[in-house]
């Protein structure tokens, strides 16, 4: 159970409900159960929201690699709504049952990636000039703070999520927003 009482969804601010109602049909988010949570303060949230509408539907990063990056940081959050949650259908269960940076199952971009996000989330020291190389050799500069900044929205999102228990969610309901 949450430690914050969710907003019931009629009594989500309009504006709110609407992009709501948007990201979760854009997969961009899997319930909304934490932003209910998260509706007490509603402008902060909606700003989320679209932060996390930019970062998704403007990317400079493919589909399958935001994926890849998101579950990995899930697995070092340890958010169980995170883990379960599948934003793409490019990501199979073969890659999620091995996200090691150096599997070679995964590109060369998508291994940088890997081990960028795997670093972010666990040991950010770590993150020195022979990791900024791998970056570098695979990505732009607009491509690597893109990285950057989704690699934040997934890691702060994820702790938020996990020490609120917000995970302990009912399945988001389309029809009620």
């Not at 609407?18 to 949570?37: C, F, G, M, W």
């Not at 402008?43 to 990317?59: E, G, I, M, Y």
């Not at 993150?127 to 950057?148: G, M, P, R």
Request: charged share 25%; with cysteine; glycine share 2%.
């Amino acid at each position: 159970m949450a430690f914050i009482p969710p907003v019931p969804l009629e009594a989500l601010d309009p504006e709110l409900r609407d992009l709501l109602r948007a990201q979760l049909q854009r997969r961009t988010l899997s319930s909304d159960y934490q932003l209910r949570i998260w509706a007490h303060r509603p402008q902060a949230a909606a700003a989320w929201l679209r932060l996390l509408d930019q970062l998704n539907s403007h990317s400079t990063l493919d589909e399958r690699l935001r994926e890849l990056v998101r579950l990995k940081i899930a697995s070092k959050t340890n958010c169980t709504a995170c883990q379960i949650a599948r934003k793409s259908d490019e990501v199979t269960d073969e890659d999620i049952a091995c996200l090691s940076w150096s599997n070679p199952r995964f590109t060369p971009r998508e291994q940088a990636a890997l081990r960028y996000a795997e670093l972010f989330a666990t040991d950010y020291l770590a993150v020195d000039e022979q990791v900024y190389a791998a970056l570098e050799a695979q990505f732009s500069v607009e491509q690597i703070v893109d990285l950057q900044l989704f690699s934040a929205m997934m890691l702060a999102g994820g702790r938020m999520t996990y020490v609120q228990r917000a995970y302990e969610s009912q399945e988001a309901d389309l029809n009620a927003c």
